[in-house]
């Protein structure tokens, strides 16, 4: 059964926890200028949790983190906390990808003008188990892997587990910091006393709950109608595929239900559903559908 977590359990790995974080402009620019190793002047939120509406036939996404610099570098930084079923997991950049591009030319953007991107997700395994910190990925020739396509896109994948000296110390506290680890770095410290005042804030507590509350009865509703629809298939048919298979629309009708009305993604409504990952490829087919 579905439990909300306690607003005190919360930590920066929670998706609700890490948007309120790097919506603080001054913590979410000196994150961005550790892991990049350059200066950035200033940056402006383009939209916290940033909600697209793909277009044409497809599925939405929710952003945790997205913003533009003073050279009109476009960022989006996701907190993610599974490892996806094969390659999945790489492949929601090239969909994150396509959706704010898609974005920047329907605010008016010319193809020759398309900001630079770079999508950075923070991962607490190694996605490549190669044990780095960052992973940095460009387009490149594949006969002369110096020749760049100069495309503008970036996409880079932090893990917490890293082993190698290949990130800046306070990147690295933050990395721990994700772990759970509380060192004496000031941008950890800060992080960290701030989580501290923000779970003082009735407010952000209310907010919070209502937020997990909704997620519950999305749940609830999904399983409702799956057994409404398992009940009415196995009438129907006579038979335990029946149900089953009516059991299973149920859970793509409630995963479908909470894309929707949260604004999460499939992966993430599975997430909250604590679909089995052996399961999660045929749900994801039966939402697609």
Same mark, same amino acid.
């Given at each position: 059964?579905?439990?909300?977590?306690?607003?005190?359990?919360?930590?920066?790995?929670? @998706? &609700?926890?890490?948007?309120?974080?790097?919506? !603080?402009?001054? %913590? #979410?620019?000196?994150?961005?200028? +550790?892991?990049? =190793?350059?200066?950035?002047?200033?940056?402006?939120?383009?939209?916290?949790?940033?909600?697209?509406?793909?277009?044409?036939?497809?599925?939405?996404?929710?952003?945790?983190?997205?913003?533009?610099?003073?050279?009109?570098?476009?960022?989006?930084?996701?907190?993610?906390?599974?490892?996806?079923?094969?390659?999945?997991?790489?492949?929601?950049?090239?969909?994150?990808?396509?959706?704010?591009?898609?974005?920047?030319?329907?605010?008016?953007? @010319? &193809?020759?003008?398309?900001?630079?991107?770079? !999508?950075?997700? %923070? #991962?607490?395994?190694?996605?490549? +188990?190669?044990? =780095?910190?960052?992973?940095?990925?460009?387009?490149?020739?594949?006969?002369?892997?110096?020749?760049?396509?100069?495309?503008?896109?970036?996409?880079?994948?932090?893990?917490?587990?890293?082993?190698?000296?290949?990130?800046?110390?306070?990147?690295?506290?933050?990395?721990?910091?994700?772990?759970?680890?509380?060192?004496?770095?000031?941008?950890?410290?800060?992080?960290?006393?701030?989580?501290?005042?923000?779970?003082?804030?009735?407010?952000?507590?209310?907010?919070?709950?209502?937020?997990?509350?909704?997620?519950?009865?999305?749940?609830?509703?999904?399983?409702?109608?799956?057994?409404?629809?398992?009940?009415?298939?196995?009438?129907?048919?006579?038979?335990?595929?029946?149900?089953?298979?009516?059991?299973?629309?149920?859970?793509?009708?409630?995963?479908?239900?909470?894309?929707?009305?949260?604004?999460?993604?499939?992966?993430?409504?599975?997430?909250?559903?604590?679909?089995?990952?052996?399961?999660?490829?045929?749900?994801?087919?039966?939402?697609?559908?």
């Amino acid at each position: 059964m579905y439990c909300i977590k306690p607003w005190e359990d919360l930590t920066i790995q929670d @998706d &609700y926890m890490f948007k309120l974080i790097m919506n !603080i402009k001054p %913590i #979410c620019l000196k994150l961005l200028q +550790g892991i990049l =190793r350059m200066e950035i002047k200033d940056i402006h939120y383009l939209e916290t949790e940033k909600s697209m509406d793909a277009r044409y036939q497809g599925k939405g996404i929710r952003m945790d983190v997205y913003v533009r610099d003073d050279a009109a570098t476009v960022y989006n930084i996701e907190m993610q906390v599974r490892m996806l079923e094969g390659t999945s997991l790489f492949k929601r950049t090239r969909y994150y990808q396509s959706m704010i591009d898609a974005d920047l030319l329907a605010a008016g953007a @010319d &193809y020759d003008d398309l900001n630079k991107t770079i !999508i950075i997700f %923070i #991962c607490p395994f190694d996605p490549f +188990g190669e044990g =780095r910190h960052i992973y940095t990925f460009e387009n490149i020739c594949l006969e002369n892997t110096k020749c760049k396509l100069q495309d503008g896109t970036t996409k880079i994948f932090l893990n917490t587990k890293g082993t190698m000296a290949d990130v800046d110390e306070s990147v690295k506290a933050f990395l721990d910091y994700v772990n759970g680890i509380v060192g004496e770095d000031p941008l950890v410290r800060e992080m960290d006393e701030m989580i501290r005042r923000i779970k003082r804030e009735n407010e952000e507590r209310v907010s919070y709950m209502t937020f997990a509350m909704k997620m519950m009865e999305e749940r609830k509703e999904g399983f409702r109608e799956g057994e409404r629809q398992g009940f009415t298939n196995g009438l129907a048919e006579g038979k335990a595929e029946g149900k089953a298979e009516g059991k299973a629309e149920g859970v793509a009708f409630s995963i479908s239900n909470m894309m929707k009305n949260l604004g999460v993604s499939v992966e993430k409504a599975m997430d909250i559903l604590q679909i089995p990952a052996d399961e999660r490829t045929k749900y994801a087919t039966l939402v697609r559908q």
